[in-house]
């Protein structure tokens, strides 16, 4: 009997000693299991940090200085002036009437300093309303009685193309007078020292979708927007733009025909558009206008492939899209807001 007991004991004691061989087996594999997540670790660590600022009008990620202040450059848009220099490295571009049916841009350059740009052209009260809502240096040729008054009056810090003709700007031999004043980025930064003019960035950043934000509309009256058009009352000038679906952005055409850098052949191009009707009104007997900046109103927003109907407001000499009463953002990339009257206002704007 003591012998079977024993027997039993020592085949009791065999059969743990193999069940703790098969729990030191299972344990040595266990480095297996854990390999995705040491991996998965090492490919977190190895991610790029993030990028030390950001360019306020486009929301995108730098490790420059971004303290600079803005400019804001009228620009031609007659055909005489087409296609522009430097246009495309504009961060925003504002396009409004003048006389008739040719519009005039309104370009702000602060995250690129391109070596050309124009034809530049003379100002208008209204535009410079609104170069004033990014507290940005003035640039034109000239202008109209208004807005020379804002100049004398100090209501905004100016460069004049006239005044520094041979230095600061210079006439282009390929085109006539008034489409051939042309200036870059440096040039501009030279007189802007001479004239003293403080060249610290002040102004709210624009809104823009935060980095895990798909930017996709979230809105079921939204419609898809491959292509957009604009009328201004005349075929020359009338604008188009098309959506590149590869590059996420809505190549430009004016008068029928697309908009590239006339130094470089690059195309001139917006991730955002945003349309928005204004009152306007002819005050006197050379077309000049009147437009109301800040009554709100209607507008359509235009990204990543859609159009939905939204309102705008004027924030601080911003013109911001809002639904119902929230804001919205805008995709990180370029801006062009369109500025059209409110008669026939958007619903004139064709979206195919």
Sequence with gaps: MKQFLFGG????????????????????????????????????????????????????????????????????????????????????VYEVLAEGSITRLLAFYHSEQPEVIGPVRSARDYYVHLNNGYDAIYVSAGGSPDALAMVEKGQVDHISGLAYDGKYFHRSSARKAPHNMYTSHEKLTKAIEEKGHHTAFNITSLPFLKEDESGNIDDPMAITATEVEINYGSATNNVMYQYDEERNQYLRFNGGVQIVDLENGEP?????????????????????????????????????GQAQKVEWKNVDGQILPYKDGEPLYFVKGKTWINIIPTNPGVENVVIN
Aim: include cysteine; proline fraction near 5%.
């Design 268 to 304: 001139v191009a917006a991730t955002n558009l945003f349309i928005v009707e204004m009152s306007h009104k002819v005050i006197d007997n050379a077309g000049r206008r009147d437009i109301n900046l800040t009554s709100g109103g209607q507008a359509l927003l235009v990204q990543n």
């Design 9 to 92: 004991v020592c085949i009791f004691m065999l059969l743990a000693g193999c069940n703790n061989d098969k729990a030191v087996e299972t344990t040595t594999e266990e480095p297996v299991v854990q390999e995705p997540a040491e991996q998965q670790e090492q490919e977190l660590e190895e991610e790029p940090s993030p990028f030390l600022h950001t360019f306020p009008l486009t929301g995108e990620g730098t490790d420059e200085a971004v303290d600079h202040r803005v400019i804001g450059i009228m620009i031609e848009n007659s055909k005489s002036a087409r296609p522009q220099s430097g246009l495309y490295q504009a961060d925003l």
